[in-house]
């Protein structure tokens, strides 16, 4: 039996990600995965020398499986996460997110998402690939 224990994997800094929504992108913006883990690791680094734990909180999935997983910021190496996952029923949600729908009609999505429409605008860049825009535009 090997009793072999590697202590750099005890020495690992600790960082808490709470899985959530992303905030909103201004719509030409191109922050990117990798502009979101060039901070994130800055940020991170900041709260650390405080001898803080830091809490990730939103970020789009795809966002964090780059800072966790791609090799040129060797996270795993230096981090032990913690992941938050908030689930909920799906009728609950399904209410909320009716209700939340009906809330952003009545303050003005529609004119909102009508003043970021280009017709011969990039989608795949800032906030116009978000959930519901592209549908939207069809208005």
């Known amino acids: 039996m090997n009793t072999f224990i590697n202590n750099e994997e005890f ?3 600790k960082v808490i990600f709470i899985m959530g929504a992303t905030g909103e992108i201004e719509p030409d913006s191109n922050f990117t995965a990798e502009d979101f883990c060039l901070q994130a690791i800055v940020y991170m680094e900041k709260i650390m020398k405080t001898q803080r734990v830091p809490i990730i909180v939103g970020g789009s999935n795809s966002y964090i499986e780059k800072l966790v997983e791609d090799p040129v910021f060797t996270f795993k190496y230096k981090y032990d996460c913690c992941f938050i996952w908030i689930d909920v029923e799906q009728s609950v949600l399904n209410r909320r997110v009716d209700m939340r729908v009906d809330q952003l009609v009545k303050v003005g999505l529609v004119d909102e998402v009508r003043q970021i429409f280009i017709p011969d605008a990039d989608y795949t860049k800032g ?12 208005i």
Do not use: L
């Open 11 to 13: 020495n690992k800094k």
């Open 127 to 138: 906030i116009r690939p978000s959930i519901g825009v592209p549908e939207w535009t069809d």
